[in-house]
């Protein structure tokens, strides 16, 4: 394929819903919002973490991290595989590899090397207790996210993935249903195996992403959005059921087969996905749409930063509130998106007052133009 020769790519089957743009929006936000929640300051680790798991305040967090928080990559890599075909129709396919790179790649790259600087220089400085560069091997893994999770941005290992799966979009777009459906069950044989192969840290993003592609090529975003919301509530309260029950009685019971569990939590993973989607379906258009919209274009830079956030700002605000267990720990952890929200605005604007380059760089290109832009919905196809 030469490097200036623009994929050409069948269109949508079918012109889009205006809607869609604003509900990706949404969804967005909703999804990254939830990701806090995943990755909430407790100020515990390890053993004294474990033992406060069936206490009311371990519950509420798992309850927010697996019932709300584990929709979002899901629902994220989904939107990435729809919005994809539109994006390679409209570029070469050296463009479109230079253009992932710079909004994908670059900023998971600086991030990590933020992290590393920040918060393990924090921790050398002794003011919290975080990893730090153990070798040489460790640094370059943390700031590539080459072979294993990070240990500090530990969200970045989904940029990575993503990463992989735009390279290998072209190709997938190319391939007949039929076969991007082998893909998507070799995907999920791949998950529910546990296996570990380098291409891929997460399988299940892969499994998603294909999601997203057969939605466009099926026209199917519009119509599993609105589906009636008492369908799509009960299939998500009913793998909610069966994830709350494996967690808490199953496994004292002994059903703890790994593809049983693997299964389960994927099942959870595509029913919160798709719950959320309908959420977001709705709010496009309602009152609340031009709100949420309006911090849309920041979202992204909330996902690279909230996790130094985290372990720079729990502690200080843990002062004042306790770690898991304490009386207003409660009230801290509820607030923790709407909290690194707020900072990640104030982030998003110094950047841009004081260098609209890297404040370009840094958020993927989502913050090189007027801010307001973002708050009216715009053509789907171009919501990339």
Known sequence: MSQNTTVRLPAAPSKPDPRLSAAIGIARVLCILGIVYVHAWTGLAGGDLIKLNETPQGLLRWGLIELLGRSAVPLLSVISGWLVAASLARRSWRTFVLGKARTILAPMVLWNALAMVLVSGAAWMGWIRAPMPTAWWWTIDELFCLAT??????????????????????????????????????????????????????????????????????????????????????????????????????????????????????????????????????????????????????????????????????????????????????????????????????????????????????????LSSSLSRRAAPQPASQAG
Request: hydrophobic residues 60%; aromatic residues 10%.
């Open 149 to 366: 999770p990070n240990d500090i941005n530990v969200q970045m290992p989904f940029l990575r993935d993503l990463f992989v799966c735009m390279m290998a979009a072209p190709l997938l777009l190319r391939l007949p249903s039929w076969a991007l459906g082998v893909v998507a069950a070799l995907a999920v044989a791949w998950n529910v195996s546990g296996l570990s192969f380098v291409l891929l840290l997460r399988p299940s993003i892969l499994l998603f992403f294909l999601v997203g592609m057969l939605a466009r090529r099926h026209d199917l975003a519009a119509w599993m959005a609105s589906r009636p919301l008492v369908i799509v509530a009960g299939a998500y309260a009913l793998f909610a059921a069966l994830q709350v029950w494996l967690e808490t009685i199953g496994v004292d019971r002994g059903v703890d087969n790994p593809v049983l569990l693997t299964s389960a939590d994927l099942m959870m993973r595509f029913t919160t996905a798709l719950f959320f989607w309908s959420i977001a379906w709705r709010l496009a258009k309602s009152r609340l749409a031009r709100p949420l919209l309006r911090f849309e274009p920041y979202v992204f830079l909330m996902f690279c930063s909230h996790l130094i956030m985290m372990w720079l700002g729990g502690p200080v605000i843990g002062k004042l509130t306790g770690p898991l267990g304490s009386p207003l720990y409660p009230l801290f952890l509820v607030a923790q998106p709407v909290l690194v929200m707020g900072a990640t605005v104030l982030l998003g604007r110094g950047l841009k007052a004081l260098g609209p380059s890297t404040a370009k760089l840094l958020s993927g290109g989502r």
